[in-house]
């Protein structure tokens, strides 16, 4: 009778998880899909007819050039967020004393203690024509009137983005150089491996996809951040929730489910990538050498 009863619950314990991805995971997106394919009524409800107005509105040119400037974008930040965290992760997990490295990491959890505006906000008292920046050099006489690209431009939605964006890509590469094995730095001391080979020939093949984590994280933050395009990129901006917004108040609902529908499908898609990539002959060649070496 035990046995019986230790089965079905041991049963449950394996479906448990697995529902619960479908009920968080699967059933909103195919609910999603579902709407993305609906067609929005005048009286402000959704009607059981198959159309792809959505789509069709969310492919309009001046629609496409907005997500390609805002793609574009994030492309930039989390190529740049990448390229700083890879020797931060590095120095923090493996060159800096423990109090150094407490301190490193704590320097890395502010921006979490801030909104967006607040950082957002920040950056204008640092980039603004009477800001910190333009202040300084004025007083140095370095120039002579304020420096009007630091402000309202593309250069401080990237730079405001990368800030906030930052952590996102730092801390998964500092749990991966964290848990790879001392005896692996032991062995690269005692063969006198200097550090960036060993950061770049041991330690970042055998941390793929904590890097691609880190890159798509900060990608996905960049992508979908409002506050740094609404308050540092002047009468150009483009973020996502502008355009949402813009959809909502045209009363193009549907429209609002497709380019969800499509951002979840990219992502589904990189990711896919990402782990055939990772199960390559070439990439698990070189995730080998390098636990050889």
């Known amino acids: 009778m035990s046995s019986n009863h230790d089965g079905y619950f041991g049963r449950w314990a394996y479906l448990t998880p697995g529902l619960f991805l479908v009920l968080v995971g699967a059933l909103p997106f195919f ?50 967020d990448l390229s700083m965290a890879v ?34 906000f920040s950056w204008t008292l640092i980039l603004g ?7 300084c050099l004025l007083k140095l006489h370095v120039l002579d009137q304020p420096l009007h690209f630091l402000m309202f431009s593309e250069f401080s939605v990237i730079l405001a983005l990368v800030s906030a964006s930052l952590p996102f890509a730092v801390f998964p590469l500092f749990i991966r150089f964290s848990t790879i094995p001392s005896n692996v730095w032991l062995a690269c001391d005692d063969l006198g491996i200097s550090r960036p080979r060993e950061l770049f020939s041991i330690a970042m ?5 904590a890097a691609f984590l880190s890159w798509l994280a900060s990608a996905v933050v960049a992508f979908g951040s409002a506050a740094e ?24 609902l549907p429209a609002v ?30 995730i080998s050498g390098a636990r050889h070496d």
């Open 205 to 209: 093949p055998l941390s793929l996809g």
């Open 87 to 120: 020797p931060a992760a590095y120095l923090l997990a493996r060159s800096v004393k423990p109090f150094l490295r407490a301190f490193g990491l704590f320097c890395f959890t502010v921006p979490f203690l801030a909104s967006d505006v607040s950082r957002a």
């Open 129 to 135: 024509q009477n800001g910190l920046i333009n202040n």
């Open 229 to 252: 395009a609404e308050m540092l990129g002047g009468v150009r901006r483009a973020d996502i929730v502008r355009m949402i917004s813009d959809l909502e108040a045209a009363r193009k």
């Open 257 to 286: 489910f497709a380019l969800s529908t499509i951002f979840v499908c990219i992502l589904m898609l990189i990711v896919w990538w990402a782990v055939r990539m990772s199960r390559s002959p070439r990439v698990a060649g070189l």
């Open 31 to 80: 609910l999603l899909v579902l709407k993305s394919f609906s067609t929005f009524t005048d009286a402000g409800t959704f009607a059981a007819v198959w159309s792809f107005e959505g789509y069709k509105d969310i492919l309009q040119p001046h629609r496409l050039s907005i997500l390609w400037r805002i793609a574009r974008r994030a492309l930039i930040v989390s190529t740049l």
